[in-house]
């Protein structure tokens, strides 16, 4: 069964510094989203791509966060500087079209910021 | 707002038993909701859904119920097993705008052998 591909499961960095995630969503889908997840709460949406497209950043806290896809396949979410309220699991969902709602999520990266 | 809200935070229930995990949400245009079950460290895997038009839907083992004149969401598992304990999730999708899924906050079930 196709699913979708995150690395690393987990990062551990001190604050300033930058790290990256990736995503590889399962094989046609044109959909990607990436989510921040904070213990024992639901997914919040930072970004979603149509194709290699931003359709929705709005949450994205823009000055530190940025996310691209730049052939419409996969995708990085980077975040430069780290700050310790960015310790989260950060989850990448994907879905055949926008109109088709069903998200498929990866496993997630835990993200420790010290 | 725009939230989804469940009424427990936690659920435990004997192995064997039904479970019942409820979710009331605020947006009367939201027109497609789903359940998700997440187990510890993993992503959230999607359990089943259902569309405004629709006041039920079953799947192997569960069931969604919809009532749209209370906003109210449930989902029901029957003979519950220890591989069920999880958190559970309730999102929505607001009709047009951005297309997004709201999550509620989660419910945490615990079986017990």
């Known amino acids: 069964e196709a699913e979708v591909a995150q690395s690393p499961r987990y990062k551990i960095t001190e604050k300033s510094q930058a790290v990256a995630f990736w995503c590889d969503p399962i094989?046609?889908?044109?959909?990607l989203y990436w989510y921040r997840q904070i213990l024992g709460q639901g997914p919040e949406l930072l970004v979603q791509?149509?194709?290699?497209?931003?359709?929705?950043d709005s949450q994205l806290p823009k000055d530190r966060f940025s996310a691209e896809r730049l052939k419409g396949v996969d995708s990085t979410l980077k975040i430069q500087p780290a700050e310790l309220g960015d310790s989260a699991m950060y989850l990448c969902?994907?879905?055949?079209?926008?109109?088709?709602?069903?998200?498929?999520f990866g496993p997630g990266t835990r993200l420790t910021v010290l | 707002g725009e939230s989804v809200g469940l009424h427990l935070p936690t659920l435990s229930v004997q192995e064997g038993d039904n479970s019942i995990i409820n979710c009331a949400y605020s947006?009367?245009?939201?027109?497609?909701f789903i359940w998700y079950k997440q187990e510890s460290g993993k992503g959230p895997q999607f359990i089943i859904d259902?569309?405004?038009?629709?006041d039920k839907r079953q799947g192997q083992r569960v069931t969604v119920l919809l009532n749209k004149t209370v906003k109210h969401l449930s989902l029901q598992i029957a003979a519950t097993q220890p591989g069920d304990s999880a958190v559970y999730f309730c999102?929505?999708?607001?009709?047009?705008?951005?297309?997004?899924?709201?999550f509620g906050k989660g419910t945490k079930l615990t079986v017990n052998p």
């Open positions: 947006n009367s245009a939201s027109d497609y």
């Open positions: 791509f149509q194709d290699e497209s931003v359709v929705d």
């Open positions: 259902i569309r405004s038009n629709m």
């Open positions: 999102a929505e999708k607001f009709q047009g705008g951005s297309e997004k899924l709201v």
């Open positions: 094989s046609g889908h044109a959909t």
């Open positions: 969902a994907s879905s055949p079209r926008r109109a088709v709602d069903t998200q498929y």
